[in-house]
């Protein structure tokens, strides 16, 4: 499967923003999904994940409150909406795909099957 991310870019603190990942292929549903992101000089650290129905989600506790993910199985597209943006929420934001978990959803990164190439999002003081 091949992911593309995409709504990225420069908000104020406090604003919104909602990144969209679109999955190509087919057996989308089949795909446990996450959101990752990477600040410069920091290691990519989970945010979000949910099932492969949606019905169950998962959120980092730095992001719990503010983002939520969900998911359209017949758009093949999973969604990151973020509000209450903050600075240290800055940085690169990664799609990926997990097709070989057993149970709902995972945070850990090396879990992860498919990765997009990214969208940076910047939030402003």
């Known amino acids: 499967v091949q992911l593309q991310a995409s709504g990225g870019g420069l908000v104020q603190a406090g604003g919104s923003l909602r990144l969209s990942c679109a999955a190509s292929g087919r057996a989308f549903s089949r795909y446990a999904m996450g959101w990752f992101r990477q600040a410069p000089g920091k290691e990519r650290e989970f945010v979000a994940a949910?099932?492969?129905?949606?019905?169950?989600?998962y959120l980092a506790d730095s992001v719990d409150g503010r983002f939520t993910i969900f998911r359209d199985n017949a758009k093949n597209t999973v969604y990151l909406q973020m509000n209450s943006l903050k600075p240290e929420d800055t940085a690169v934001y990664y799609c990926?795909?997990?097709?070989?978990?057993?149970?709902?959803?995972?945070?850990?990164?090396?879990?992860?099957?498919?990765w997009g190439q990214g969208t940076q999002v910047t939030v402003s003081s």
């Open positions: 990926a795909a997990d097709y070989r978990t057993l149970g709902l959803y995972t945070s850990s990164r090396s879990e992860y099957d498919y």
């Open positions: 949910c099932s492969r129905s949606g019905d169950s989600t």
